[in-house]
């Protein structure tokens, strides 16, 4: 999901991307049951924060330097929802943990930064589209 989100920040922009987040969240989770019920929620507002980040960023400097940019930042902000889901409005989070998704999402995120800026470029040209 993640990578279909980066992609058409890159491409599309925020909004589109953001659409791209709620409905490839709810459309995993209708065919695979994945992600559960409890962190659907979570993974939306996450997928979310990325699409606007990186549109964001997308504007003021390159895909690469955007990308990075994005996935730090959007962790930090992911920790900061999920603290405010805990200590301010008393959520349970299920476990969801920002260290464990950075750790087991090493080699996610080394994809991410070695295909999405190589293949929104394709589109790009391909497509002649202006992403503003």
Do not use: W
């Not at 279909?4 to 969240?25: D, E, N, P, R």
């Not at 003021?60 to 889901?85: C, D, E, P, Q």
Request: proline share 3%; aromatic share 10%; with cysteine.
């Amino acid at each position: 999901m993640h990578i279909t989100v980066l992609i058409a920040a890159l491409v599309f922009g925020g909004i589109s991307a953001s659409i791209v987040a709620g409905s490839s969240v709810v459309c995993s989770y209708l065919l695979t049951g994945m992600p559960t019920t409890e962190r659907l929620p979570y993974m939306l507002i996450e997928l979310v924060i990325y699409a606007v980040l990186l549109s964001l960023f997308n504007k003021k400097f390159n895909s690469y330097i955007s990308l990075i940019a994005t996935i730090v930042l959007g962790r930090i902000l992911y920790a900061g929802v999920l603290f405010a889901a805990i200590n301010v409005f008393g959520l349970q989070t299920y476990g969801i943990s920002v260290i464990q998704s950075v750790v087991t999402g090493i080699p996610g995120i080394i994809i991410q930064l070695a295909s999405i800026p190589f293949i929104a470029k394709i589109m790009n040209e391909r497509l002649k589209l202006r992403n503003d």
